[in-house]
């Protein structure tokens, strides 16, 4: 039924939808641009379409109280900063766990402008040994979807020319927001 009103929901508003997932139950989804809070709305809209479960991680921290149960529930994975097992450690050992499992990364971390993206998804992949399907929301021409799957190779330059080229022509709903594909160089 969420399927069906879903996809309901994105034709009445005027979304194409394209969808190309990984053959394999694990892998790492990052979504771009995000430039606005209708992002996740949208995204959200897309899993059910397509019946899609997601993970996402937070610090351990905000799942506290009757929010824990919540948080799970919604696929929220609580992780300890201050442990001795480091954040990639710990979710590329959830992945070892699970039999299935998507986790959802926005590695922008921000709506704001920023100069480089964050590198944990392309390390958590490369731990986990799974593909990283790429997710994006185009305001310019109304498409949504996951349309391009990538086997991250170890070298991550190349890879990262991959995703870059992938989203070249993408708009988020507010373009002087997006900053550029890139990880920051040490």
Not at 57 to 63: G, L, N, P, R, T
Not at 93 to 110: H, N, W, Y
Not at 112 to 117: D, L, R
Not at 162 to 180: D, H, L, M, V, W
Request: charged content about 20%; some cysteine.
């Amino acid at each position: 039924m969420l399927k069906s009103i879903s996809k309901r929901i994105l034709k009445l508003a005027g979304w194409q939808l394209n969808v190309v997932l990984p053959e394999e139950k694990k892998f790492v989804m990052i979504g771009a641009p995000h430039t606005s809070n209708w992002d996740f709305p949208l995204a959200l809209l897309t899993f059910w379409t397509v019946d899609l479960k997601i993970y996402w991680v937070a610090k351990i921290q905000m799942f506290w109280g009757p929010l824990y149960y919540l948080f799970t529930f919604l696929g929220g994975i609580p992780v300890d900063l201050s442990s001795s097992h480091g954040f990639i450690e710990q979710i590329a050992k959830r992945f070892e766990q699970m039999d299935e499992m998507v986790l959802t990364i926005a590695p922008e971390g921000t709506r704001s402008k920023t100069n480089c993206w964050k590198s944990g998804f392309y390390h958590i992949a490369i731990s986990a040994k799974v593909p990283i399907c790429l997710a994006y929301i185009d305001y310019s021409n109304r498409s949504l979807g996951f349309a391009q799957v990538l086997y991250p190779s170890g070298n991550i330059d190349a890879d990262m020319d991959i995703i870059a080229k992938f989203y070249e022509n993408i708009k988020g709903k507010r373009p002087q927001s997006q900053g550029p594909v890139r990880l920051r160089k040490h």
